[in-house]
């Protein structure tokens, strides 16, 4: 499960969370395979970093402001 923040002063979304393991300080990787997106983070490194959950208030990764943390949510295939 993600977790990001669509920010209301700056307009941006940021994906801040993997799993409820906050990744805002975390080295990211991704890319596409086979038209695939995916994310990829180092060995370990998800173990180190603090929770994060939805509801949760955090300064925005792009101005600072405050946002709220929400969670992806999966889309329903008909």
Same mark, same amino acid.
């Not at 805002?24 to 370990?44: H, M």
């Given at each position: 499960?993600?977790?990001?923040?669509?920010?209301?002063?700056?307009?941006?979304?940021?994906? !801040? +969370?993997?799993?409820?393991? /906050?990744?805002?300080? =975390?080295?990211?990787? &991704?890319?596409?395979?086979?038209?695939?997106?995916?994310?990829? !983070? +180092?060995?370990?490194?998800? /173990?180190?970093?603090? =929770?994060?959950?939805? &509801?949760?208030?955090?300064?925005?990764?792009?101005?600072?402001?405050?946002?709220?943390?929400?969670?992806?949510?999966?889309?329903?295939?008909?």
């Amino acid at each position: 499960m993600l977790q990001f923040v669509s920010c209301k002063s700056c307009h941006g979304s940021y994906m !801040v +969370g993997i799993m409820g393991k /906050d990744v805002r300080k =975390t080295k990211l990787s &991704g890319g596409k395979y086979e038209n695939t997106p995916y994310v990829a !983070v +180092g060995d370990g490194e998800l /173990d180190q970093n603090l =929770t994060i959950k939805e &509801g949760d208030r955090i300064p925005c990764p792009g101005c600072g402001r405050t946002c709220t943390v929400e969670e992806a949510k999966p889309i329903d295939k008909k």
